[in-house]
Nanobody, 123 residues
């Protein structure tokens, strides 16, 4: 069955860094658009970054220049490097996949989800 397992979350001070990982299995990872989304308490889930099979990336405006999404298709693993973290980055972070999209990720269309990993940024 489809599995997306996130790891790497935790608590960090403002200005710190974290690297999230997502191990994927049970579907055609190498031909799927992948994404990181997040949801803070009381807020709607939002797309943070997406990456197509060709490596085309998109970022939410408030994380551009601080976060980097990448994928290792040999390891079926998705990453999110987060630098210069801010308290407003505090949220549950989810890995998501769309096997029906390849070179052009469709915003909001993510049929597969992981369970999430918590990121807390506070002093």
């Amino acid at each position: 069955q489809v599995q997306l397992v996130e790891s790497g979350g935790g608590s960090v001070q403002p200005g710190g860094s974290l690297r999230l990982s997502c191990a994927a299995s049970g579907f055609a990872y190498g031909s799927s658009c992948m994404a990181w989304l997040r949801q803070a308490p009381g807020k709607q889930r939002e797309e943070v970054a997406t990456i197509s099979i060709s490596g085309r990336t998109t970022y939410k405006g408030t994380v551009k220049g601080r976060f980097t999404i990448s994928r290792d298709d040999a390891k079926n693993t998705l990453y999110l490097q987060m630098n210069s973290l801010k308290p407003e980055d505090t949220a549950m972070y989810y890995c998501a996949a769309d096997p029906s999209a390849a070179n052009w990720c469709v915003p909001g269309r993510w049929p597969y989800w992981g369970q999430g990993t918590q990121v807390t940024v506070s002093s």
